[in-house]
């Protein structure tokens, strides 16, 4: 039924395709756990976004109040 020539170098062909496929899965979830997925990237951006704001209104507030605070500090 099958050629037994035609047979050993399919299979030795596909034994390392197979390998490098599973290498770079096993590559690409390791990634993917140490990584920060896409949501909790934005919502980091977004709490720096929030405390940047927050910071600059500090600002403000202190220099009204306060106005040589940038001096003593």
Same mark, same amino acid.
């Given at each position: 039924?099958?050629?037994?020539?035609?047979?050993?170098?399919?299979?030795?062909?596909?034994?390392?395709?197979?390998?490098?496929?599973?290498? +770079?899965?096993?590559?690409? *979830?390791?990634?993917? @756990?140490?990584?920060?997925?896409?949501?909790? =990237?934005?919502?980091?951006?977004? !709490?720096? +976004?929030?405390?940047?704001? *927050?910071?600059?209104? @500090?600002?403000?507030?202190?220099?009204?109040? =306060?106005?040589?605070?940038?001096? !003593?500090?």
């Amino acid at each position: 039924m099958f050629n037994t020539p035609f047979i050993i170098p399919v299979v030795a062909l596909l034994i390392p395709i197979v390998a490098i496929v599973m290498k +770079h899965l096993t590559k690409m *979830r390791a990634m993917k @756990l140490n990584g920060l997925s896409e949501g909790a =990237a934005a919502e980091l951006s977004d !709490r720096a +976004h929030r405390l940047e704001e *927050r910071v600059g209104q @500090l600002e403000r507030i202190l220099d009204a109040e =306060a106005p040589g605070w940038r001096a !003593r500090a």
